[in-house]
């Protein structure tokens, strides 16, 4: 009886009197709940045991090994799923019908086992039939302690059987309003929030723009590197930890500024500091775009531009990044808040922060007791450990193109299964983690995988069909590789085209010759055409009501006086939660909007830059039409691609001749769209822990400011103190092979121009534009009639198109691998086995990682960056075929009119 007070006094920090919709009912006293543990007999008092352990088994809490220590999680859930009446519970089962019918990211037996439930309860105006009561009271739930055994945990009825329809009905409702309804989100995540938790503290700036600065430092150092180095977030992560923890030991001393009061250590390192610590860090766990611009424009082997000082680098860059920053607060409200946008990118790093700074209860699932904490460090030291041997010890089991081992130089057998320059036909093509996540299988969801797998398919019949018929004269080059090629089949020099001042040379050009392109090219640029009109037709139709209601709400946001929230119109958990916190008013998005503009301006008026200023606007309105369905696409399947194509063919025919005012343009409207859906990733990161949005801004806006001057000096260090920096045979591989490409490409259409080459050469390749637009509506009206065929569903053509877009020079090799993986994990265990995937997917996935990332930092150091390589049969028989160099079927020489293929000399495009 002396517990019973303290149990009591810890559920008044669960127990609300407020609406659903109110954000002190996503509320919960963390250190109370934990301080004073509650067992299941404390928390929901209106069930039975029978039932509390029902629900506990819905919740995925079903394997612990003590019932006198409940998680705060499910104390929180079985409290609210208690306060449910069965009139809120039918309407919020009402409401969830309604808006997920047809939805690919809720699993069918889940929607179809809830429209079930719902149908029954309502029809039976919340009567139980006598035997489903009884079925209930017979199961092996029916234990009277608080403790129980391991085996009447486990089982019983599964959640997808109907025992017990009114209540079954809550608490469908209850993870539905007060957690979410995707499996996924519900794993990494918890279904309260503790606004008593120290979040924005002086140690996590330090910790996170220290890490800001290391990370900028290797990612832009290396970035130019073949292959390049990286300091992953989910390395990081790992890093950011023990550098928390140290910061307890920092004096408490405080200090006032104006109304706040700074705490320099408010107690123990929390997880809304690890994470908001990361999002610091997140902003440089990519490079800046920008970059190539200002090496190709800067080096002497580019375009020499003497006039590229400082102030033109710190224009161009802060113009870039800051735009993407002030598009990202205005689109929020369309791939944040809408709880369909569940960022599977973002999983393993909610999931890594979990495992990091969440204590466990023990619990025993499928014979596996190990925390993830403990689940985390380990694979990531296997890892760490098995990456030795594929990109070190034994490269063969890398690229594992065995099949091409039995008669290296046979071309066909090269060309179907090589993995190097072939098409990569091969069922067990790699041992090497760096490839199998290529496709990120254990993070993007299995009918993503599988769309993506099918486009791969298709890349690999429509590549093999135009090698074989030398359609396009693409026989008398390799058959997959993106590299450019004169009409002899030599490499295309770019150089050889322009006169001293970079700019186009008829009579040289008229010698030369116009460039081709492989049968992957072909494939890929075809896709990318396809790819746009029909992602941005096919979104803004399916996604019409979601759309209008984001637009609507944001014009009201600006229109209304009375200062409406954000987050009217979201009544998903998480949305509800924030509304405790101040929000960050649009316009001071709009602010930076204009200033980065006002930068941008400044950048091409000032410098010679040869970019009018109505092409900067034209990017920005381009980026802002096509932000909305790309960031929708990423948010909800975790496939994204850019507008780098689109840009370059709109330029290249609107400023012809011109390969500075496209390479500006380029990188505007790439860079726009890519830093804007990092940024949007972030907040969404933010808004699933609940961390408040101004902290959030305030650390995205400094963490950049950071990045961005950190990011200049070591692009500048880089072109002064590497030897032979980005020449073909750098020693220490410092080929740069990204700014290589930005250069061809700024040549290829800017200096040429798409006219030449797509209207001369590939005509056929416009009509892709055509065939996109008018695919989007027969599919429209397919999955609109189809809603609850699964396999409609499931069939995603921006997927399969977006699975063309990576051929060239990749290929099957990296696209099986990732499908298996993703078989196995993400359909086969998460079907079978899902409170193991649900606790420890992710987290493996976070350690393969980190462990890939480490490994490949210290071997670089170590045996690569002074040539320390073994020579040896498992190091060497990559080499040794036709794979390794490039099969051709013609010869153009000796097969080809003339000695060269294509249009004949003097009447080039």
């Not at 670089?860 to 099969?887: E, L, M």
Request: net charge neutral; glycine share 6%.
């Amino acid at each position: 009886m002396s517990e019973k007070p303290a149990g009591l006094t810890n559920l008044a920090s669960v127990t609300s009197n407020a609406d659903r919709r109110e954000a002190a009912d996503h509320e919960l006293d963390l250190h109370a709940i934990t301080s004073q543990p509650l067992s299941i007999g404390e928390v929901g008092e209106e069930f039975t045991s029978d039932r509390k352990f029902f629900i506990l088994k819905r919740l995925n809490y079903g394997h612990l090994d003590n019932l006198d220590d409940l998680p705060p999680g499910a104390v929180f859930m079985m409290e609210k799923i208690q306060s449910l009446s069965s009139e809120e519970a039918r309407a919020i089962i009402e409401d969830y019908l309604a808006k997920h019918l047809g939805e690919v990211n809720i699993p069918t037996e889940e929607f179809e086992f809830i429209e079930k439930l719902y149908k029954i309860e309502t029809s039976s105006g919340g009567n139980v039939a006598k035997h489903l009561e009884q079925s209930l009271e017979k199961s092996e739930y029916n234990v009277a302690s608080d403790e129980v055994e391991e085996s009447s945990m486990s089982s019983g009825p599964s959640h997808h059987v109907i025992v017990d329809p009114a209540l079954q009905l809550r608490v469908e409702a209850g993870i539905i309003a007060y957690w979410s309804p995707y499996p996924e989100v519900r794993s990494v995540t918890d279904p309260y929030d503790d606004p008593s938790i120290p979040c924005e503290t002086p140690r996590v700036y330090l910790v996170g723009l220290v890490w800001t600065i290391l990370g900028t430092f290797i990612n832009t150092y290396f970035q130019d590197r073949q292959p390049s180095i990286s300091l992953l977030s989910s390395v990081v992560q790992l890093f950011i930890y023990p550098c928390g923890k140290l910061c307890e030991y920092f004096p408490h001393w405080s200090f006032k500024i104006g109304k706040y009061v700074i705490d320099l250590n408010p107690g123990p390192w929390t997880y809304k500091e690890q994470m908001l610590a990361t999002i610091c860090y997140n902003i440089s766990s990519t490079t800046a775009y920008v970059g190539s611009n200002i090496q190709v424009q800067k080096m002497d082997i580019f375009y020499n531009n003497k006039w590229v000082d400082f102030g033109y680098q710190f224009l161009l860059m802060f113009f870039t990044n800051f735009m993407g920053f002030g598009l990202a607060g205005l689109v929020r409200k369309f791939v944040v808040y809408p709880e369909s946008a569940i960022w599977p990118t973002n999983l393993p790093t909610l999931a890594l922060n979990s495992a990091l700074m969440q204590p466990e209860k023990k619990e025993s699932i499928n014979g596996w007791r190990i925390s993830r904490y403990n689940f985390l460090f380990l694979t990531t030291a296997l890892s760490f450990l098995w990456y030795w041997v594929p990109d070190y010890l034994f490269t063969a089991l890398s690229t594992f193109n065995w099949m091409t081992w039995i008669s290296p130089n046979n071309v066909n057998l090269a060309v179907i299964t090589g993995s190097q320059s072939g098409l990569g036909l091969n069922p067990i093509s790699t041992f090497d983690w760096n490839i199998i996540s290529f496709l990120n299988p254990l993070i993007y969801p299995f009918y993503t995988q599988l769309n993506l797998f099918l486009g791969g398919l298709v890349a690999f019949v429509m590549t093999a069909a135009f090698w074989y018929t030398n359609y396009k004269w693409t026989a008398y080059l390799p058959i997959n590789s993106n590299s450019l090629f004169t009409n002899t089949g030599d490499y295309y020099e770019v150089t050889q085209v322009v006169d001293e001042n970079s700019l186009f040379d008829p009579d040289a050009y008229e010698k030369y010759g116009p460039p081709f392109y492989s049968a992957g090219s072909l494939v890929v640029y075809g896709a990318f055409f396809l790819i746009y009109p029909f992602s941005f037709f096919h979104i803004m139709i399916m996604k019409w009501k979601q759309i209008k209601g984001a637009f609507v709400g944001l014009y009201k946001t600006f229109r209304n006086k009375e200062k409406s929230s954000t987050y009217d119109g979201f009544d998903d958990s998480f949305s509800r939660s924030m509304t405790k916190y101040k929000e960050t008013p649009e316009w001071w998005f709009i602010v930076i909007l204009v200033i980065s503009l006002v930068f941008g301006i400044l950048c091409v008026k000032c410098y010679p830059a040869e970019t009018p200023v109505w092409s900067l606007f034209f990017a920005l309105a381009l980026n802002f039409i096509f932000l909305i369905p790309l960031s929708i696409i990423y948010a909800t399947t975790g496939f994204s691609f850019g507008l780098n194509v689109l840009i370059e063919l709109i330029v290249g025919y609107a400023i012809p001749n011109n390969g500075l005012a496209l390479m500006l343009v380029k990188a505007l409207g790439y860079n726009i769209d890519g830093q804007c859906q990092t940024f949007l990733g972030d907040l969404k990161i933010g808004h699933n822990l609940r961390i408040p949005p101004r902290a959030t801004f305030r650390v995205q806006i400094i963490s950049t400011i950071v990045f961005s001057f950190v990011s200049l000096g070591v692009v500048n260090l880089a072109m002064e103190t590497i030897k032979d920096y980005c020449h073909p045979h750098q020693p220490q591989k410092f080929t740069c092979p990204s700014s290589t490409t930005f250069y061809s490409s700024s040549v290829l259409w800017g200096v040429i121009g798409p006219k030449k080459i797509f209207s001369g050469i590939y005509p056929n390749l416009r009509w892709c534009f055509l065939i996109g637009f008018l695919l989007a509506f027969p599919v429209v009206f397919l999955q609109k009639m189809f809603k609850r065929n699964r396999l409609v569903q499931t069939f995603q053509p921006t997927l399969i198109i977006g699975g063309m877009l990576n051929w060239s020079p990749y290929n099957l090799t990296y696209y099986t691998p990732s499908f298996i993986a993703s078989f196995f994990f993400m359909y086969y265990i998460r079907k079978n086995l899902f409170a193991w995937w649900s606790k420890y997917n992710y987290v493996l996935s976070g350690g393969l990682s980190a462990g890939v990332a480490f490994s490949s930092v210290i071997i670089f150091f170590a045996v690569q960056y002074h040539d320390k390589s073994i020579s040896w049969w498992g190091n060497d028989v990559n080499t040794y075929g036709v794979d390794y160099v490039g099969p051709i079927r013609l010869n153009a020489t000796t097969d080809a009119p003339g000695g060269y293929f294509g249009p004949r000399q003097g009447h080039y495009p």
